[in-house]
């Protein structure tokens, strides 16, 4: 409901404060032990997919360790957020662009693959500085928060991975619009897409589809 919404976006506002301070190499060692202990319970989180949503063992496992993959990419990108030096008009001026941290990511994330897609905005979000909410289905809580429970068992701070559940239309229509709310990350139907492309684009906001 709104009101747990809005304990989420103060927490990932507050949180990003000093998580956009942290250095890559911190951050990028956090994600790397997430992805560590993902790989360790594997076996576990696959069990809880098989019984939510009635994937394959094998395939549930599967989808669980190249997650962990997938946290380490993460990892070492956020290493790699390199700017550069555009040349100049004029030999006393110098021109240089550097990446820096957005902000709050809303992140929005399907049942077929409720480990596999979470983690991609998650572990990216993290990767590049940002804190995020992430929005999991209701049909598979239990994966979710299991993957989510590896970040926070790794280090990272509180306020920076924030887990929601809820109405999905009335999670979206609360938090894109959310002041603290800098980005947005949805997987799903092409329509749902851009209904959600349009409400980011009335404040601006950049999504990823």
Not at 77 to 84: A, D, K
Not at 142 to 148: G, I, N, R, T
């Amino acid at each position: 409901g709104p009101s747990d919404l809005d304990r989420a976006l103060e927490a990932a506002e507050t949180a990003f404060k000093s998580w956009s301070q942290t250095s890559a190499y911190e951050r990028s060692a956090m994600l790397r032990k997430a992805a560590d202990l993902l790989r360790e319970r594997a076996e576990d989180i696959a069990r809880l997919m098989v019984r939510e949503q009635g994937k394959p063992f094998a395939e549930a496992k599967g989808e669980v360790i190249g997650s962990g993959d997938h946290i380490d990419w993460a990892a070492e990108e956020g290493r790699r957020m390199y700017g550069r030096v555009i040349p100049a008009r004029a030999a006393n001026v110098q021109q240089i662009a550097y990446k820096v941290p957005l902000g709050v990511v809303a992140g929005f994330s399907p049942w077929n693959f409720p480990v596999s897609q979470a983690v991609r905005k998650i572990a990216g979000a993290l990767g590049a500085g940002c804190t995020i909410i992430i929005k999991c289905p209701e049909e598979t809580p239990y994966s979710c928060a299991e993957l989510v429970r590896c970040f926070e068992d790794a280090g990272v701070p509180k306020g920076v991975v924030n887990l929601v559940y809820g109405v999905p239309n009335e999670v979206s229509e609360y938090l894109i619009p959310a002041g603290p709310v800098r980005m947005v990350s949805f997987t799903g139907s092409t329509r749902t897409g851009s209904l959600i492309a349009h409400a980011a684009a009335d404040d601006f906001k950049r999504f990823a589809l």
